[in-house]
């Protein structure tokens, strides 16, 4: 199946490393101290999208879901209670859905006090009537929330990649050779383009081979770690990339 990534939302501007896992970020962004308060950071940047996207569908106002999900980011980050979050019960993916949830429950709950100036004023929450109609056309919250996660882990794999790339001295050869692994250059000339490295078609194509088995396998360690410990990574990569289907 070819990645969607020929256009891919812009990588998260984060100092997230892409060796540090992800509960390891979130073991971190529980302590009460700046180091802390970073990683808490640098785990809202890296996973602002999917939170919008499904905030998007469920209040089907994109200027109120980029509202509502600064306002959740900013709950996050100036919360004095530590983020309750524990690897052993899941997948990071699902806490992360179940926080924002919550959070547009009971900013919902308190609507009568927002309206009043008490708070948020997102006009999308104000409206019963807008949300009680689902536009069967467009895919569910959690539906949206699933393929942007899957877009998120796949761009910060390929940018992990480029990394990795570019410390070897080869980022103007992956960026030759990224659209053979995104699905884009199927039909593509490898030969002009075999020239045009100093190589012949037999060494680019084995150097797509190497390129593709190692993005698969930075997928997987990314993947690893947003799950808890005896999260299968083989089925996760199948729910994640189904999501990427058109239909």
Known sequence: MSLPLSRPHSPPQTSFCFHTTRWSHVCRAQADSEDGKRALADL???YYEPVVSWLRCELRDADAAREASHAFFAYLLGSETPLAADRQRGRFRSYLLGAVKHFLSNHRALGQSIKRGGGLT?????NDETRAVADATQPSPDAAFDRQWALTLLG???EGLRQECAAE????EFDKLQPWL????????????AVELGMNLNSLKSQIRRLRSRFRTL????????LNEGGSVEEEM???LATLRPG
Do not use: F, M, N, P
């Open 44 to 46: 809202c940047d890296a």
């Open 122 to 126: 997102w006009s999308a929450l104000e």
């Open 156 to 158: 910060l794999t390929l």
């Open 169 to 172: 001295g080869r980022a103007l």
């Open 182 to 193: 995104t699905g884009d250059a199927d039909h593509g000339d490898q030969g002009a383009l």
């Open 219 to 226: 997928l997987k360690l990314q993947i690893a770690a947003t």
């Open 238 to 240: 199948a729910v994640l």
